[in-house]
């Protein structure tokens, strides 16, 4: 299929916003409309991985290193890894 | 040959179904639809088509689970009446939302309170922004033929809309009219199997009803109400083709004796036929009189409105449902509000008739005709009012 400029205009849509082709989750960017984005503080982190378990969105993943980052296309800034990160070392920035 | 036969235009409504090739239906019955549910369910239960009838056990089921079997690309269909309709208010917009054709009867009657099962336009009125197709037949034969073409248009690719079709409870459904049953043979010519957009099915994974983002959402409404607004223009197309092939000619807004008439009135339904009884009966007095009756409600045919009234000075707007606190009937606030940018308009008077099953005979239609003149001629400028309400 054609791939079309996102965000499309009215006369591109698909009638009925039909998506038509499988396995497409990861091309629709949900993550637009968060007030507030998890920042990590690497010099807290203890490698814990308890941001990664409580993320909602599955978006937190490790890198080579060890440490934690959300992916930022997909995550709601809804703090559950802040607050869950007992060692402080996520902290919630607003969005400019 | 087509057959000419003497039927209950409710039975008839089912039989014009049972003639369109359908793959499901789903319908709960309520007076006074009760009937097409009970005979559309006797035709498949007696092997007269291959359909599946599906038993729901509410009217937000019976419309949830037609879109369903649209989506698989099934012809499907259901028909309600007033607090049915209601209930499925829900849905009604996702499906339009969705573009699944489906073709709903809806045998119009007052919504409560107090609690009526008798015939006005309540139960449609409220589901006017639900982005459906709406018509409205005025007698027995456009019930049977409209079914017909309700699945063409709604299921035609560039419409890919529900459809509505208004049929009065009572004054209708329950009144026993000679019909003409077009030729099996020339409706299926007519109506070939549906060839849908997309499907659901597993070979080949699609989404529907999807979510749409803050970035979206504005242009697939946009999108939404274009197509309501181009489906007229296959509505179109689809009536041409259906005059040549059965000879019966339908418009958006159908006229009788209107063309030279100072004073014309609107009517939405079955009450259009009684006005005409009217018309003829002043039009023999002397009194330029005419009728205006709106065949399609949504999309609005503002165009055809427009020419239908371009030469009358006055236009008397009849309502069958109210707009509580409104500035009058939802036809009439339609209707003026489509005429503001005329440079020459009539003058627009709104009754509120016939709610709930009050009956609307010849005379009272005289009567609002020859009152409303009277105070035209003076030059009153009014809004709504109910007709022949005691107090």
Same mark, same amino acid.
């Given at each position: 299929?054609?791939?079309?400029?996102?965000?499309?205009?009215?006369?591109?849509?698909?009638?009925?916003?039909?998506?038509?082709?499988?396995?497409?989750?990861?091309?629709?960017?949900?993550?637009?409309?968060?007030?507030?984005?998890?920042?990590?503080?690497?010099?807290?982190?203890?490698?814990?991985?308890?941001?990664?378990?409580?993320?909602?969105?599955?978006?937190?993943?490790?890198?080579?290193?060890?440490?934690?980052?959300?992916?930022?296309?997909?995550?709601?800034?809804?703090?559950?890894?802040?607050?869950?990160?007992?060692?402080?070392?996520?902290?919630?920035?607003?969005?400019? | 040959? !087509?057959?000419?036969?003497?039927?209950?235009?409710?039975?008839?409504?089912?039989?014009?179904?049972?003639? =369109?090739?359908?793959?499901?239906?789903?319908?709960?019955?309520?007076?006074?639809?009760?009937?097409? !549910?009970?005979?559309?369910?006797?035709?498949?239960? %007696?092997?007269?088509?291959?359909?599946?009838?599906?038993?729901?056990?509410? +009217?937000?089921?019976?419309?949830? =689970?037609?879109?369903?079997?649209?989506?698989?690309?099934?012809?499907?269909?259901? &028909?309600?009446?007033?607090?049915?309709?209601?209930?499925?208010?829900?849905?009604?917009?996702?499906?339009?939302?969705?573009?699944?054709?489906?073709?709903?009867?809806?045998?119009?009657? !007052?919504?409560?309170?107090?609690?009526?099962?008798?015939?006005?336009?309540?139960? /449609?009125?409220?589901?006017?922004?639900? $982005?459906?197709?709406?018509?409205?037949?005025?007698?027995?034969?456009?019930?049977?033929?409209?079914?017909?073409?309700?699945?063409?248009?709604?299921?035609?690719?560039?419409?890919?809309?529900?459809? =509505?079709? @208004?049929?009065?409870?009572?004054?209708?459904?329950?009144?026993?009219?000679?019909? +003409?049953?077009?030729?099996?043979?020339?409706?299926?010519?007519?109506?070939?199997?549906?060839?849908?957009?997309?499907?659901?099915?597993?070979? @080949?994974?699609?989404?529907?009803?999807?979510? $749409?983002?803050?970035?979206?959402?504005?242009? &697939?409404?946009?999108?939404? %109400?274009?197509?309501?607004?181009?489906?007229? #223009?296959?509505?179109?197309?689809?009536? %041409?083709?259906?005059?040549?092939?059965? *000879?019966?000619?339908?418009?958006?807004?159908?006229?009788?004796? &209107?063309?030279?008439?100072?004073?014309?009135?609107?009517?939405?339904?079955?009450?259009?036929?009684?006005?005409?009884?009217?018309?003829? #009966?002043?039009?023999?007095? $002397?009194?330029?009189?005419?009728?205006?009756?709106?065949?399609?409600?949504?999309?609005?045919?503002?165009?055809?409105?427009? !020419?239908?009234?371009? @030469?009358?000075?006055?236009?008397?707007?009849?309502?069958?449902?109210?707009?509580?606190?409104?500035?009058?009937?939802?036809?009439? /606030?339609?209707?003026?509000? *489509?005429?503001?940018?005329?440079?020459?308009?009539?003058? /627009?008077?709104?009754?509120?008739? *016939?709610?709930?099953?009050?009956?609307?005979?010849?005379?009272?239609?005289?009567? /609002?005709?020859?009152?409303?003149?009277?105070?035209?001629?003076? *030059?009153?400028?009014?809004?709504?009012?109910?007709?022949?309400?005691?107090?």
């Amino acid at each position: 299929m054609k791939k079309k400029k996102w965000p499309e205009t009215w006369r591109t849509i698909n009638p009925g916003c039909m998506v038509l082709d499988a396995g497409n989750a990861r091309t629709y960017l949900t993550g637009s409309w968060k007030a507030e984005r998890p920042e990590w503080d690497d010099s807290k982190c203890i490698k814990c991985g308890i941001c990664y378990i409580f993320c909602p969105e599955g978006c937190v993943t490790e890198n080579e290193d060890g440490l934690f980052r959300a992916d930022l296309d997909y995550c709601k800034g809804c703090g559950i890894c802040a607050h869950e990160c007992w060692p402080g070392a996520i902290n919630m920035v607003e969005e400019g | 040959m !087509a057959k000419r036969v003497g039927m209950e235009v409710g039975i008839a409504a089912a039989e014009a179904v049972g003639m =369109c090739n359908i793959d499901m239906a789903a319908v709960y019955p309520i007076t006074p639809q009760s009937h097409i !549910a009970e005979h559309l369910s006797e035709i498949v239960a %007696d092997g007269r088509i291959d359909a599946e009838f599906v038993l729901v056990e509410s +009217e937000h089921s019976s419309i949830s =689970c037609i879109s369903g079997a649209s989506g698989t690309g099934a012809r499907v269909y259901t &028909a309600t009446s007033s607090q049915g309709l209601l209930y499925m208010h829900e849905i009604l917009p996702i499906v339009s939302a969705m573009r699944l054709p489906v073709v709903m009867a809806n045998a119009n009657r !007052a919504i409560s309170g107090p609690i009526n099962i008798w015939n006005d336009h309540s139960d /449609i009125m409220p589901q006017r922004d639900a $982005g459906w197709i709406v018509f409205f037949a005025d007698n027995g034969q456009e019930v049977v033929d409209m079914t017909i073409q309700s699945f063409k248009i709604a299921e035609h690719k560039d419409v890919m809309l529900p459809v =509505c079709l @208004n049929m009065d409870g009572f004054q209708l459904t329950h009144t026993v009219e000679l019909i +003409e049953f077009p030729d099996q043979k020339k409706v299926d010519k007519f109506l070939p199997p549906r060839k849908p957009f997309a499907t659901l099915h597993p070979d @080949n994974p699609v989404s529907m009803g999807t979510l $749409g983002m803050p970035e979206i959402y504005a242009e &697939a409404r946009k999108a939404q %109400d274009m197509a309501l607004i181009n489906s007229k #223009q296959y509505i179109l197309q689809i009536w %041409d083709e259906w005059e040549k092939m059965f *000879g019966r000619r339908y418009n958006p807004v159908e006229t009788y004796r &209107a063309d030279d008439a100072e004073i014309l009135m609107l009517t939405m339904g079955s009450m259009g036929e009684t006005a005409e009884i009217a018309v003829d #009966q002043l039009r023999e007095k $002397g009194m330029s009189v005419g009728l205006v009756k709106l065949r399609l409600w949504r999309p609005f045919p503002f165009e055809e409105l427009k !020419a239908a009234v371009k @030469n009358a000075k006055l236009l008397i707007v009849t309502d069958r449902a109210v707009s509580f606190g409104g500035s009058g009937g939802p036809v009439y /606030i339609e209707v003026k509000a *489509g005429l503001y940018h005329e440079k020459v308009r009539p003058l /627009i008077y709104n009754y509120i008739i *016939g709610l709930g099953g009050r009956d609307v005979p010849v005379p009272s239609f005289v009567e /609002i005709f020859e009152e409303a003149a009277q105070a035209a001629e003076k *030059g009153v400028v009014k809004d709504y009012e109910y007709y022949g309400v005691r107090g």
